[in-house]
């Protein structure tokens, strides 16, 4: 891969460890500062949602990139809705004991549910407003957001050699509780298999003879942002502490104090 070709994968591999610092630090901010960081984040994400529709028409590089970013901005206000403890679920306690099995998982869905129904309807929403459309970064980045999201939550679920936990602020510490530390289960794998074949795909079909210059970086954006779901799949199966690349963000902070009892 020559040098030009190289400058996507080091774009969106900067932008995706900065913007997930950045919603890190904000939520480790203080209490004080929900409502306001929340304030932040919909300015944020509804220019994302400008973004997206003024891009949809665009095939030429700046067209991606800024698509790219408006995707990125409406991933960031549901992650900071969910860690900020805005939009989660109706069940905001720890998992019963005595809960095994599909009421395991009956209590861990109600815990996220709200969320994961969010994230949904803006995946629904941006097929709508891009379908069709020349420009389709923005639906693809959310798309492979969200798919290697789910899969990480149910391979925590399952269960995985190396949790996440530092991610978790004090007032989530309930959903440590549907977390399961030991072997890796079967769909780690799996995921990890059908990730890599997936992000090769795309990277490969980057090369295919005649693609425009706004397709190919296209292509390369999202090729590599589905291997670096698959680098954190692969944090899950390790014993490496991913939480150390985003030290500068969660460290000596104050967790925002929510109250987790039951609604």
């Not at 861990?108 to 709200?114: D, G, L, W």
């Not at 007032?171 to 890599?196: C, D, E, M, W």
């Not at 795909?201 to 090729?223: I, K, R």
Request: charged fraction near 10%; proline fraction near 5%.
């Amino acid at each position: 891969m020559t040098g030009a070709l190289a400058w996507p994968a080091v774009i969106v591999l900067a932008t995706w460890w900065l913007s997930t610092g950045v919603v890190l630090g904000l939520v480790w901010l203080g209490p004080g500062s929900r409502w306001f960081t929340m304030a932040l984040a919909t300015v944020v994400a509804l220019a994302g949602v400008l973004g997206v529709l003024s891009s949809r028409a665009e095939s030429s590089t700046e067209g991606v990139y800024l698509a790219f970013a408006s995707a990125l901005a409406i991933w960031a206000w549901h992650e900071l809705s969910f860690l900020l403890g805005v939009v989660t679920g109706p069940w905001r306690q720890r998992c019963p004991p005595d809960a095994t099995g599909w009421r395991r998982f009956g209590f861990a869905t109600r815990a996220v549910i709200h969320h994961e129904l969010a994230l949904a309807l803006s995946l629904v929403a941006l097929v709508a407003v891009t379908w069709g459309a020349t420009n389709q970064v923005a639906t693809s980045t959310f798309a492979a957001l969200w798919a290697m999201r789910l899969s990480t939550k149910l391979n925590i679920f399952l269960g995985v050699k190396n949790l996440t936990e530092e991610f978790i602020p004090e007032h989530l510490q309930y959903l440590r509780s549907f977390f399961r530390q030991g072997k890796a289960n079967p769909l780690l794998p799996t995921s990890i298999v059908v990730g890599a074949a997936f992000s090769c795909w795309v990277l490969g079909s980057a090369f295919t003879a005649g693609l425009g210059e706004g397709a190919q970086l296209a292509q390369l954006v999202v090729g590599t942002l589905l291997a670096l779901g698959v680098l954190e799949h692969l944090f899950l199966a390790v014993p490496l502490r991913e939480a150390a690349l985003w030290r500068w963000a969660i460290r000596a902070r104050t967790p925002v104090e929510v109250p987790t009892g039951r609604p």
